[in-house]
C-alpha cells in the first residue's frame, strides 16, 4: 500500500511564494508519475502539474509560468509556486500513479490560502 505526505502548505500573501512537497513510501516501482491536483471549496478537484519518473512534467495553463514541479528525491515531488493568488487558494493533493499497476493513491491534502 502506497502512502503519501504532503508537507509545505500555509498561509501567504498574493504575490508570494510556496512550495509543497510530497513524499510516497511503501513502493519500488521503477516507473511512475506523482502529480498535484487542487480542490477549491465548491469547485471540481483540477490537476495542477505531473511529473514522470522520467522527470517529464506538465502543467495546467494556470500553472505555467509560475508553477515548477521536480523529483527531487526518487518517490518525492516538489511544487514551487510563485506570484500566487487568490483563486490559488485551494486544498492541494498528491497523487502516485504506479505505471506498472495503473493504480491510484492519494494524499490527504495541504491547504494553501492566498491571502489578497
Known amino acids: 500500500q502506497v502512502q503519501l505526505v504532503e508537507s509545505g502548505g500555509g498561509l501567504v500573501q498574493a504575490g508570494g511564494s510556496l512550495g509543497l512537497s510530497c513524499e510516497a513510501s511503501?513502493?519500488?516501482?521503477?516507473?511512475?508519475?506523482m502529480a498535484w491536483y487542487r480542490q477549491a471549496p465548491g469547485k471540481q478537484r483540477e490537476l495542477v502539474a505531473s511529473?514522470?519518473?522520467?522527470?517529464?512534467a506538465r502543467y495546467a495553463d494556470f500553472g505555467k509560468g509560475r508553477f515548477t514541479v521536480s523529483n527531487i528525491y526518487v518517490y518525492t515531488t516538489h511544487l514551487r509556486m510563485n506570484s500566487l493568488k487568490p483563486e490559488d487558494t485551494a486544498v492541494y493533493y498528491c497523487?502516485?500513479?504506479?505505471?506498472?499497476?495503473?493504480?491510484?493513491?492519494w494524499g490527504k491534502g495541504t491547504l494553501v490560502t492566498v491571502s489578497p
Open positions: 497523487k502516485f500513479l504506479s505505471s506498472v499497476s495503473s493504480v491510484e493513491y
Open positions: 511529473i514522470m519518473s522520467s522527470g517529464t
Open positions: 511503501g513502493t519500488s516501482d521503477r516507473y511512475y508519475t
